[in-house]
């Protein structure tokens, strides 16, 4: 029988950590429209005209504009859109996704192997480890030469509890995307997205999005935003029980395909109806056969948006911290795992290469860049929402899944070394900084081995910009 998902999520644990996930984007937006910008006049509201100059069709179009769903489906919108708003007030979030759907792992899944005497020093590893757990983290992981150097968890956390992944989920779909490539149901990143969401043909704006535009965050749809109206399609296409089809059929295009760089959560959740309409598999027995199975990881549980609805691709998957470990491997590797080619040659390197409207975002994967003190999400216009980095990354082809709250799983590879930390938001007392952890275990590394460092990342004005496709 496969793994699936650990009792250690349920009850109390699992409500804490959907919690902090499920009302993450609407809490942030609420308090921004409560709270002025500190130290400028500009507001969240003017931020997101910045990131959008061109206004989209309003995201609160009309109603009479919009497919019709069937009442009991608009009820149950209306019920979540509340539950959560008023969560999001008081700072807290929902009690759970609602419904869940298993996620089986390997049949066989065992542990990453540990290092008997690790290659990294002590007081580096109890260093990281401190700054980890003064952050509200519930797993630190650090793996080098494919075998874990150090492994803490937090609280209630195990090496079996599935987290709540957030944005960890988006790197996923770009690995499914690639094995969908590699067993013929794809037939390569610049196929039509209107191929599989039939629904677009005829459409002279979206029939431009290809399939890596879903991946890169290029595909013109509104970027990602906020608004406390239940109409507005940001929120429909979040928590309708229907949302694959409110995205589809209502969620407007800003921007011609490929011209342009914005986050939003629709990109990443278009993928679950094209996984599905490609191979004839609901995403979630997709993901278990032709990404945990081969690499030996356990399973979970993903949120769906009703009982035999659609899965959440963009979100709100669940896996234990390692599975986590093995996909970052598994790019790391050149899509290669036990000599078996996963991904088509090439696939993980492009990954890993940023587009020109953005040097910092690839494929599902955040890399280093040029160096920027802040980054964000958002486009780079958008002044808020911003991660630190106190100095430059030692090495200039670092890149990591970057999720909400924080939730890094670093890939390094100067040092053949991985680097997961997930959690809860850190304290407003202890910010984080994206380059503490790597920065310090990279020099660490060095020093042991008696190597100088990598190539630094490149800063403006003194080096070469990152790379660009």
């Known amino acids: 029988m496969r793994h699936v998902a650990h009792p250690a999520i349920a009850g109390s644990h699992l409500a804490r950590l959907m919690a902090a996930s499920a009302a993450f984007a609407l809490a942030v937006a609420v308090q921004a429209q409560d709270a002025g910008k500190?130290?400028?006049?500009?507001n969240a509201k003017d931020a997101q005209e910045i990131a959008a100059p061109t206004p989209a069709p309003a995201a609160m179009a009309s109603a009479d504009?919009?497919?019709?769903?069937?009442?009991?489906?608009?009820?149950?919108?209306?019920?979540?859109?509340?539950?959560?708003?008023?969560?999001?007030?008081?700072?807290?979030?929902?009690?759970?996704?609602?419904?869940l759907e298993p996620v089986a792992g390997a049949e066989n899944a065992r542990p990453l192997p540990m290092a008997d005497e690790p290659a990294l020093s002590a007081e580096a590893l109890a260093k990281?480890?401190?700054?980890?757990?003064?952050?509200?983290?519930?797993?630190?992981?650090?793996?080098?030469?494919?075998?874990?150097?150090?492994?803490?968890?937090?609280?209630?956390?195990?090496?079996?509890?599935?987290i709540v992944s957030r944005s960890l989920a988006k790197p996923v779909t770009a690995l499914l995307v690639g094995r969908a490539i590699v067993e013929g149901h794809i037939e390569s990143l610049d196929q039509p997205v209107a191929d599989f969401i039939t629904e677009?043909?005829?459409?002279?704006?979206?029939?431009?999005?290809?399939?890596?535009h879903l991946l890169d965050m290029r595909t013109g749809l509104l970027p990602q935003g906020f608004s406390r109206e239940p109409q507005d399609i940001l929120n429909r296409a979040y928590l309708?029980?229907?949302?694959?089809?409110?995205?589809?059929?209502?969620?407007?295009?800003?921007?011609e395909a490929g011209t342009r760089y914005e986050y939003s959560n629709a990109n990443a959740e278009l993928v679950a109806p094209v996984i599905?309409?490609?191979?004839?598999?609901?995403?979630?027995?997709?993901?278990?056969?032709?990404?945990?199975?081969?690499?030996?990881?356990?399973?979970?549980?993903?949120?769906?948006?009703?009982?035999?609805?659609?899965?959440?691709?963009?979100?709100?998957?669940?896996?234990?911290?390692?599975?986590?470990v093995?996909?970052?491997?598994?790019?790391?590797?050149?899509?290669?795992?036990?000599?078996?080619?996963?991904?088509?040659?090439?696939?993980?390197?492009?990954?890993?290469?940023?587009?020109?409207?953005?040097?910092?975002?690839?494929?599902?994967?955040?890399?280093?860049?040029?160096?920027?003190?802040?980054?964000?999400?958002?486009?780079?216009?958008?002044?808020?929402?911003?991660?630190?980095?106190?100095?430059?990354?030692?090495?200039?082809?670092?890149?990591?899944?970057?999720?909400?709250?924080?939730?890094?799983?670093?890939?390094?590879?100067?040092?053949?070394?991985?680097?997961?930390?997930?959690?809860?938001?850190?304290?407003?007392?202890?910010?984080?900084?994206?380059?503490?952890?790597?920065?310090?275990?990279i020099r660490d590394a060095a020093a042991r081995t008696g190597e100088p460092l990598p190539e630094p990342q490149a800063v403006p004005g003194k080096a070469k910009s990152a790379r660009t496709r």
């Open 38 to 42: 500190q130290g400028s006049a500009t």
């Open 65 to 99: 504009n919009r497919t019709t769903y069937p009442a009991e489906d608009e009820a149950l919108y209306e019920a979540r859109f509340n539950r959560l708003l008023e969560a999001a007030r008081t700072g807290a979030g929902l009690a759970s996704y609602d419904p």
């Open 128 to 162: 990281a480890e401190s700054y980890a757990a003064a952050r509200n983290s519930n797993a630190f992981i650090v793996v080098k030469d494919g075998i874990v150097q150090h492994e803490r968890y937090f609280g209630d956390t195990d090496r079996t509890t599935p």
């Open 200 to 212: 677009w043909q005829g459409d002279p704006a979206r029939e431009k999005i290809l399939v890596r």
């Open 240 to 255: 309708h029980p229907r949302h694959d089809e409110v995205i589809i059929n209502d969620y407007p295009v800003t921007h």
């Open 276 to 324: 599905e309409r490609a191979t004839g598999m609901r995403y979630s027995e997709y993901l278990t056969e032709a990404l945990l199975e081969p690499i030996g990881a356990m399973g979970g549980e993903v949120w769906v948006n009703r009982e035999g609805g659609t899965a959440h691709s963009g979100c709100c998957l669940l896996l234990p911290a390692q599975s986590w």
């Open 326 to 441: 093995r996909m970052a491997m598994l790019v790391m590797n050149d899509g290669m795992w036990e000599g078996e080619r996963l991904l088509p040659e090439g696939y993980a390197e492009a990954m890993r290469t940023a587009t020109e409207q953005n040097p910092h975002y690839g494929m599902g994967v955040w890399v280093a860049g040029p160096y920027v003190e802040k980054r964000g999400f958002a486009h780079p216009s958008v002044p808020y929402g911003k991660v630190d980095h106190a100095e430059p990354y030692l090495d200039r082809d670092l890149a990591l899944f970057d999720g909400n709250a924080n939730q890094v799983v670093y890939m390094i590879p100067s040092q053949d070394m991985i680097v997961l930390r997930t959690g809860n938001a850190p304290p407003k007392d202890a910010p984080w900084d994206n380059t503490v952890l790597p920065n310090l275990l």
